[in-house]
């Protein structure tokens, strides 16, 4: 991982290997200044003593002509080897502009060690005047090696001109270069650092900006670091705890809404309860009346309607009775047909019922009272208002996962509008208009949608004038948690 | 306007790289010019010494032993007094003689020293010496040869054109060195021997010491001495300047007839004026040439010995009107 520690360390590494860089190239180039500026004055210095000691050497001999003592040959012998080691010195200053200058000076150096040594060989064979020649000779040639130093010395000078001249254009080049050097290093340091802090801390506001987004209460934004330091592990496991938040509330919100749904099944079974308590009173009565005026006709021999009075109890019966319960396939059916019995007594020939049952599917769970009240919403609008009666036809069909009931009418049909409003149950357009039950369609549409867990139980389709058809979807695999909720309740 | 930021960014850097690199490259390239490293052992030292340095005619003999020595790839210096500054001269030979250099070439100078260094001790030191232009006689010199003009055959050319300028009659000036020089002495000869055949020209000789004040302080002299001069001729062509400006002084030049010879600095100046009628132009350039090959066929002993008469090369006489 590329730390921000790694970045300091590079940081300073850098800074610190470009400062070594300039210390070691300025001090090289100061050694190296200094060796040159060393050479040459070694050269001047050497001359000069050259010239001094071919003095000396001539005063030497000077005094060991006049008197001549060991000490003074002794000097002169000294003096010489010197002369001798110096112009060994002196020939490795040898160039090509000078070269000329310097052979002369050489043999200069060489003829007056001659002449000395001829001296001394003159006076040690007491040819006196020819030694003070010899002397006289080499006083001359040592006053021309003076002149001959200067005269190299300028030439050195007139040499190494060019050389002076460049080594002052270097130094101030080289000041320059620092010049230059400092200003770039300012500038990209700089750039660096703005570069460097606002990588530590961009990611820090984003961070601060989650944070405080979070505090509000929006746990959907995502966090985004884009570095590869502390920060964005940082930013990782917070992203991962406001992930975790989102789904934790998310899950609560699901709960919520089941609970809601729940709540509002059992205001609907409420409904329904109340609607049939407010007919409590009277359907005990009713129902006992019913049955003593069932065996009267009976004793009286009208069977027929004694049967009529049967199919009347045996509804009342069961809509007080199973309204919040779970019942087969087959009761409902049943009820259905007391229902229809009771309704052909009424309408006689103007209701047609026909039936198309798969007795198969009769054992499949259904709610309490949902056939009825769709079969009668088809017989009052599709019977009752019609003087030449209605058809009504009912289809129980198995489709595989599930079992389909077909309600079907040749009645005036509905139109889209009234379809929406039935299909969107958050709309109360029920209107107990003339229900036996006193539940309308859409109580029917909710408790199968509760009953079932999913949206997609009922059809209806049908135009205006060309009768209606509702299906019913009921799945055999019902959802068991749903189930469970549904019946526990 | 983050792309404008960016952008002057970029520029900032690469102008400061720029810059940075540059400057680096300039401080970085040694270029300290360090003379060159010699690599031959010096064979062959030449010196060429002359008592007038900087002056044309001697400008050209260098000129020309120069040429020659970096053609037979010999080394040469050439060294010298100004203005006839004799003790330097001598130092010069001297110095020469001690740092032993393989041959000198050298203006000839009929002095006792002179003569005493180049016998003594060049001698001893076994430096071959050649005289360029001015001769001494090998006899008192040991020269091994001289190089130049036949300064005798010159005194007769001048003779010849005085003849032919001015007549068969008439005075004439003769403008002398009081050292008395041999190449002096030659050209005196020449004149002399010429115009004994023409008793009518008077000579009249004058010397004085090779200076300034002295040539003009001889010229007024002569003027106040010799009112119906016709002629001057400056033997020494050093006195060529003093003649010509003393006479200026007084009247125009040009009823003069005036020679002189082109070892001086003014000469070919005055004859391009026109206020010279004449002058002996000699080969300096020549004499440069020859003395260094002669040289060398000295030290590689091609030609052992030089001819002691020496090797004589072109004069001519050159007359106002040619240059004009």
Redesign the interface.
């Known amino acids: 991982m590329n730390t921000i520690q790694k970045k300091i360390w590079l940081l300073a590494i850098v800074v610190l290997l470009i400062m070594a860089t300039i210390w070691m190239?300025l001090t090289f180039?100061n050694q190296k200044m200094q060796d040159?500026y060393n050479n040459i004055l070694e050269r001047y210095l050497v001359m000069n003593e050259l010239t001094i000691s071919s003095q000396q050497m001539v005063t030497s001999l000077n005094n060991y002509l006049l008197i001549p003592t060991a000490e003074d040959l002794e000097q002169m012998n000294s003096s010489k080897e010197q002369i001798q080691k110096m112009k060994e010195e002196v020939s490795n200053f040898?160039?090509?502009?000078?070269?000329?200058a310097l052979?002369?000076?050489i043999?200069?150096i060489?003829?007056?060690i001659e002449t000395v040594n001829r001296s001394i060989i003159f006076q040690t064979e007491s040819g006196t005047e020819n030694a003070r020649k010899a002397l006289n000779e080499a006083t001359?040639?040592s006053d021309?090696i003076s002149?001959?130093t200067l005269t190299l010395i300028d030439t050195e000078l007139k040499?190494?001109d060019?050389?002076y001249r460049?080594?002052i254009?270097?130094s101030e080049?080289?000041n320059?270069?620092g010049i230059?050097?400092l200003?770039?290093i300012t500038?990209?340091l700089l750039?660096y650092t703005y570069w460097f802090s606002l990588k530590i801390t961009r990611p820090v506001e984003k961070l601060t900006r989650a944070a405080s987004e979070l505090s509000k209460g929006r746990f959907d934004l995502k966090i985004e670091v884009d570095s590869k330091d502390e920060i964005a592990f940082l930013a990782r496991m917070f992203e991962h705890m406001r992930n975790n938040i989102n789904n934790l509330i998310s899950e609560i919100k699901q709960k919520a809404q089941l609970e809601k749904e729940l709540q509002q099944s059992k205001l609907l079974l409420k409904e329904s309860q109340l609607i049939s308590l407010q007919s409590q009173i009277n359907p005990h009565f009713l129902f006992n009346t019913l049955n003593t005026l069932s065996k009267k006709a009976y004793m009286e021999g009208s069977e027929e309607t004694s049967d009529l009075l049967v199919s009347v109890a045996g509804l009342l019966r069961y809509n007080l009775k199973h309204l919040d319960k779970s019942m087969t396939l087959h009761d409902e059916v049943n009820v259905l047909n007391q229902y229809i019995d009771i309704q052909k007594a009424r309408f006689t020939d103007r209701l047609a019922f026909y039936t198309e049952i798969d007795e198969s599917c009769l054992g499949i769970e259904i709610p309490g009272l949902t056939l009825q009240p769709i079969v009668e919403n088809a017989v009052i609008h599709a019977v009752e208002p019609n003087e030449d009666g209605g058809t009504i036809w009912f289809r129980v069909k198995d489709r595989g996962d599930r079992v389909t009931v077909e309600v079907e009418d040749n009645g005036p049909g509905m139109s889209a509008d009234t379809i929406r409003q039935i299909m969107d149950e958050e709309q109360q357009h029920d209107t107990m208009k003339g229900h036996a039950s006193g539940i309308g369609l859409s109580n029917v549409v909710k408790r199968l949608r509760l009953f079932n867990g999913c949206e997609d139980v009922i059809e209806i389709e049908g135009n205006v004038g060309s009768g209606t058809k509702v299906i019913i979807h009921i799945f055999k695999e019902r959802r068991v948690d749903q189930d469970d909720k549904a019946t526990n309740r | 306007m983050r792309n404008m930021i960016t952008f002057v960014i970029v520029i900032i850097c690469a102008v400061l790289f720029y810059f940075t690199i540059d400057s680096a490259l300039d401080a970085y390239r040694t270029n300290w010019q360090l003379p060159k490293e010699s690599e031959q052992e010096l064979t062959n030292r030449l010196v060429l010494i002359t008592q007038e340095l900087d002056t044309p005619f001697w400008d050209k003999v260098s000129a020309g032993a120069r040429e020659q020595a970096e053609k037979e790839g010999a080394t040469l210096e050439v060294w010298g007094s100004y203005e006839n500054n004799q003790e330097n001269f001598l130092k010069q030979i001297e110095i020469a003689i001690y740092s032993k250099v393989d041959g000198i070439i050298i203006q000839g100078l009929d002095t006792g020293e002179f003569k005493e260094i180049l016998k003594v001790k060049a001698a001893s030191y076994g430096i071959p010496i050649i005289t360029v232009a001015n001769d001494v006689p090998s006899s008192e010199s040991l020269r091994k040869t001289y190089v130049g003009s036949n300064q005798y055959l010159a005194g007769e050319l001048i003779a010849k054109q005085i003849v032919t300028d001015m007549g068969t009659t008439g005075e004439v000036i003769l403008m002398l060195d009081s050292r008395q020089e041999f190449y002096q002495n030659q050209r005196l000869q020449g004149i002399q021997d010429y115009l004994k055949d023409y008793p009518n020209i008077q000579l009249i000789e004058a010397k004085t010491e090779d200076s300034r004040e002295q040539g003009i302080a001889l010229t007024k002299d002569l003027l106040n001495r010799y009112p119906n001069v016709e002629a001057f001729i400056a033997v020494n062509a050093n006195f060529t300047e003093d003649i010509i400006e003393e006479i200026e002084r007084r009247s125009k030049v040009e009823p003069f007839h005036l020679y002189s010879f082109d070892d001086s600095r003014a000469s070919l100046a005055l004859l391009k004026q026109g206020k010279l009628d004449g002058m002996i132009e000699q080969s300096p350039n020549e004499m440069g040439q020859k003395s260094v090959n002669l040289m060398m066929k000295w030290l590689n002993n091609d030609t052992v010995p030089l001819d002691l008469d020496g090797y004589l090369t072109d004069i001519r006489m050159v007359k106002a009107l040619d240059v004009q």
Not at chain 1, 94 to 100: G, R, V
């Open positions: 190239s180039y040159q040898k160039n090509a502009e000078n070269e000329l052979t002369n000076y043999n200069l060489d003829s007056l001359h040639i021309y002149e001959m040499t190494y060019r050389f460049g080594i254009n270097q080049d080289l320059q270069l230059w050097l200003l770039l500038f990209l750039l």
